[in-house]
């Protein structure tokens, strides 16, 4: 008989992740999407956290701090510090991320052909030529 995945947020069929499943870590909040939006449109840029908390004039700089210590540990930002100032990265593209939670999607499923089959059927003809693109690309 399987172990039961440790980690509540998992939502494979039968999880073979082991005890450090990640699964269900790259899925953000309301706030985190939007301060992870602000840290790509950075394009590659570091961010202090003040800069990040500018950003948020509602939000109090304590909240916005939680955020981003939230968001460099599921990995989604990396964090330097430079004497007392703190700076941040995304860890990845918005396209990355994008593509994995498509990625754990699919895994999460017993029938993943078949939900690509009907995700593929609902895009518009531009997204199945690109998708056509990337997968020529791939053969090649």
Known sequence: ???????PKCTCVDC???PTCKCGVLRLGTLER????VMWEASGHDRTGREVADAFPDY?????STVLDRLVTKELLDRRQDGRVI?????NTRAVH???????ALDATRDPDAALACF?????????????????????
């Open 1 to 7: 008989m399987p172990i039961p995945c440790p980690n």
């Open 16 to 18: 073979q992740c082991g």
């Open 34 to 37: 939007q301060v992870m939006d």
């Open 60 to 64: 109090a700089y304590t909240t916005l």
């Open 87 to 91: 700076h941040y990265s995304a860890t």
């Open 98 to 104: 994008t593509a994995l939670l498509m990625r754990e």
């Open 120 to 140: 593929a059927q609902g895009l518009p003809e531009a997204h199945v030529e690109a998708l056509r693109t990337a997968l020529d690309d791939r053969r090649s």
